[in-house]
Structures are given as C-alpha cells and as structure tokens.
C-alpha cells in the first residue's frame, strides 16, 4: 500500500495539498484538504483497465472558481454542518430561534453560503499494515452561517485492501447544536463511456422513503416504497425506475430523495449497491446512519466541464449520500441530529469497489 503526497497550490494564504490513498488491487482515490473533496476515485473494469469513476475536475483551483461556486454541486466534498436542508433556515433548541444563512432560496442547504466543503482543513497522513488514510480538521467557531457552538470536527478517509474506502466523522460542541454529515462524490461507473447513469443497476435496503414537497422538505410523513418508483429493494436501473411516473419524481426532476434505512441498533447496515453491466463495476455502501439520499444529478446542465473536455451533464452522475434525514431538526418524530457538550458524534460509512 502506497500514500502520496502533493502540495497543489496555495488559496487565501494557506497551503492546499492533494493525497493519494493507493492499494494493492489497483484502487487509488485522491483526497484534498480543501473541502475535504475527493478529486478522484480510479478501479479497474472487469476488463482490468483503471478509470475515474467519481465527478470531478483536473485542478484544484476549478473547485473554487466562480463559475463553479454559482451552481455548485459540491462534486465530491464533506459536506456540513448540516447536509441537505432546513425549512425556512431556521429551527429551535431550548427555547431559543436560530437563524441560518439561507442559500436556497427561503432555505438553508449543504451547511449554507461557505460550508465545510469550502474550507481549508488540516490534514495528516497515516498508513498501517493493511490500510493508508489522511485525517482531516475542522474547528467551526460559534456562530458560523448561524449554527450555535463551538464544533470540532474530525474526518478520516482510509483505504484497505479489501477494496474498502471507510469514511468516519467525530465531531464535539461546547453548546448544544445540530449537525449532519456526508460525502457528496457523485458516480458515473462507466467512467465517462455513457453520458449518463440510466443504465446504472440501484438496489436501495430500505422499504421506506421520505416525500418532499416542492422545495425539497420532507414532509414529515415517512412512506412505503411499495409500488412508487422508490422501490429499489431489487436491482432497478435508475432509468427503469424513472419510467414509474408519479408527482413525487416530477417534484424533483428524478430522484432527489432520503430513503429511511433498517435500522440496526447504530451499527454497520447495508444501504445500496450500484452496478454497471458495461464495466462490471460495483460500489457497495454501508453505513451507521439511518438514511441515504439518492440524487441522480438532475439539475447538472453541462456548465462544468471535467477532465478531457467532459461536460457534466443531466443524470452525468449519481450520488448516494449517507445521513440522518434532511430537516431533522424540525421534525420531532426523525432521529435526532442534536448534539450537546460531553457528547461525542459519531458515524461510519463504507465503499467496497468491486469488478469483474
């Protein structure tokens, strides 16, 4: 197993640095310390050839320009304090109205205006016997887009050689908070030989899903998947499913949805698998949260462009976010995302890479 370390460029004054995480079956994934971002994730096919099968650009610097942050889709970054959204940016602890940045129009989205995946974070690098990582640092003062308490926030990225990439998030307050993290790579397994993911097999371990309404806010009413285009209990490809008409999809332009997973007492529990037929790729996740939100890159309309001219365009990519639920806050019968001092949040979630 391999680390190696690159010092890209510096930004606002502090030095960006890109790792490469690199095992013994072909698997490299490359890590910035700006926004946490994961730049790249290369597997081989079954034909044995390594390509890039997450979203991204070739320089760090396109994650920060302004044509980027306009429409960001946050390829590949941490995401935080609170990813996906809260109504109306606000909610209440103790009594107390807090106010958030609202970046989406009446409502506070992916941690607000500069979250965590525009930050700078510290890193440092580790490699054991069967496993290389980098560890990232964030400390995220009182008061940032509006979030009470001081949060120190840890995020560790390993590689193991059982094709396995293991993201954890720890995270401490000194007053009580909200927050909820993720990782927002998107997936095009194809590595670019499809234009889209439609012919992506999804299998989804969970009967039940939570409906939005037109602003993306769950309503608050948990649903069964049974007979909706949600159903992904069995292999579906995300195209077939799209052909299962229903108000729900055309709320969001496809699939924009937090499926509630089985619970699992807070250990490791299945949570999806995408395969593509073409490549014989597959991502198989786990988790320790109790949702995962599926978004199939609707709203991608070619602006950004990737490596060899790529256009990132409608359905380019999808993403399988694992997280407690959007809107926690606000809703009183969703696991909790509160945080208070002497607590220690604490979650895991797993990528195994298979081919063939």
Not at 30 to 58: A, Q, R
Not at 197 to 219: Q, R
């Amino acid at each position: 197993m391999e680390i190696i370390k690159e010092e890209a460029e510096s930004y606002l004054g502090e030095t960006i640095y890109l790792f490469s995480l690199i095992n013994n079956n072909g698997i490299k994934v490359k890590i910035s310390n700006y926004g946490g971002i994961i730049t790249g994730i290369w597997t081989p096919d079954k034909f044995g050839k390594s390509e890039n099968i997450v979203l991204g650009f070739p320089d760090i610097s396109d994650y920060y320009k302004k044509d980027y942050l306009k429409n960001c889709p946050y390829f590949g970054a941490i995401i935080g304090r609170y990813c996906n959204r809260i109504a109306k940016g606000q909610f209440e602890i103790n009594g107390k109205v807090f106010n958030l940045t609202k970046n989406e129009f009446v409502n506070h989205v992916h941690g607000g205006t500069c979250g965590f995946d525009k930050k700078v974070w510290g890193i440092e690098s580790f490699q054991e016997t069967n496993a290389v990582g980098v560890i990232l640092k964030y400390f995220s003062r009182d008061g940032e887009e509006g979030y009470p308490g001081n949060l120190n926030i840890t995020v560790i990225y390993s590689l193991n050689n059982e094709n396995e990439l293991k993201i954890q998030y720890k995270a401490n307050t000194d007053q009580p908070t909200h927050c909820n993290f993720t990782n927002h790579s998107y997936f095009n397994l194809t590595a670019g030989r499809k234009s889209n993911v439609l012919e992506h097999e999804l299998t989804i371990y969970a009967n039940k899903y939570l409906e939005v309404n037109s602003e993306f806010i769950p309503k608050g009413t948990v649903s069964s998947v049974e007979g909706t285009p949600m159903d992904f209990r069995n292999p579906l490809s995300i195209g077939d499913g799209l052909k299962k008409k229903s108000d729900q999809l055309k709320i969001s332009r496809g699939y924009n949805h937090c499926w509630v997973l089985i619970p699992n007492g807070g250990k490791l529990t299945r949570a999806a698998e995408l395969f593509d037929p073409l490549s014989g790729r597959k991502v198989k996740i786990s988790t320790t949260e109790p949702g995962i939100q599926c978004y199939i890159a609707s709203y991608l309309d070619g602006t950004h462009v990737g490596k060899n001219n790529i256009h990132f365009t409608k359905y380019y990519g999808v993403s399988l976010e694992t997280q407690h639920f959007p809107n926690t806050p606000n809703q009183s019968n969703f696991p909790s995302t509160l945080l208070n001092p002497g607590e220690e949040f604490s979650s895991e979630s797993i990528f195994e890479f298979q081919w063939g």
